[in-house]
T-cell receptor
């Protein structure tokens, strides 16, 4: 049973470009979460999605960031017009149930560097 | 607003020693608490999940306890090994929130 798969593992973008990060949850998991880990800081929640629905996006910056989890295919975290402050590790996690009862499993992360 | 604190921030112990990592949280209305391990440049590995109705969970050399009323959890590692060297994170789910609130972690080094 493959774990949570994220790609790319490393991504380099110049300021103003777009970054797209993909996440395939574990088999049988329909709940997906994105977290961001800034250098020397803890993980911060960004967004929680179930298939085709955004459940909680309270941690997402209001501009330039968007997330989706289509009926078919991986979840995508999209960052438009990237800035240096977006450089971070972006982690995806999935669970079979919501986090109120379910255990969360994390991917290896996508490390974004903005030049 | 939930805040999670982990003490100490860093810890170095010789191989074979038993050790305790501490986690405290300000809002005791949690659904569950989860301990993770993070190796440098890697993702998070789930170690133990404790539901709010439970007092402890055990997995191998690891034992996690939860005292919800006092807002504390401890992770006990028995007979530490160099392979245990990593950053240990605790995280809680609070109230009706669907998200984990993480502590900043304890960086553990087990020396030979």
């Amino acid at each position: 049973n493959a774990g949570v798969m994220q790609n790319p593992r490393h991504l380099v973008r110049r300021r103003g470009q777009e970054a797209r990060l993909r996440c395939s949850p574990m088999k049988g998991h329909s709940h997906v979460y994105w977290y961001r880990q800034l250098p020397e800081e803890g993980l911060k929640f960004m967004v929680y999605l179930q298939k085709e629905n955004i459940i909680d996006e309270s941690g997402m910056p209001k501009e330039r960031f968007s997330a989706e989890f289509p009926k078919e295919g991986p979840s995508i975290l999209r960052i438009q017009q990237v800035v240096r402050g977006d450089s971070a590790a972006y982690f995806c996690a999935s669970s079979r149930q919501g986090t109120n009862t379910g255990e969360l499993f994390f991917g290896e992360g996508s490390r974004l560097t903005v030049l | 607003k939930q805040e999670v604190t982990q003490i100490p921030a860093a810890l170095s112990v010789p191989e074979g020693e038993n050790l305790v990592l501490n986690c405290s949280f300000t809002d005791s209305a949690i659904y569950n608490l989860q301990w993770f391990r993070q190796d440098p440049g890697k993702g998070l590995t789930s170690l133990l999940l404790i539901q709010s109705s439970q007092r402890e969970q055990t997995s191998g050399r690891l034992n996690a306890s939860l005292d919800k009323s006092s807002g504390r959890s401890t992770l006990y590692i028995a007979a530490s090994q160099p392979g245990d060297s990593a950053t240990y994170l605790c995280a809680v789910v609070t109230g009706t929130a669907s998200k984990l609130t993480f502590g900043t972690g304890t960086r553990l080094q087990v020396t030979l």
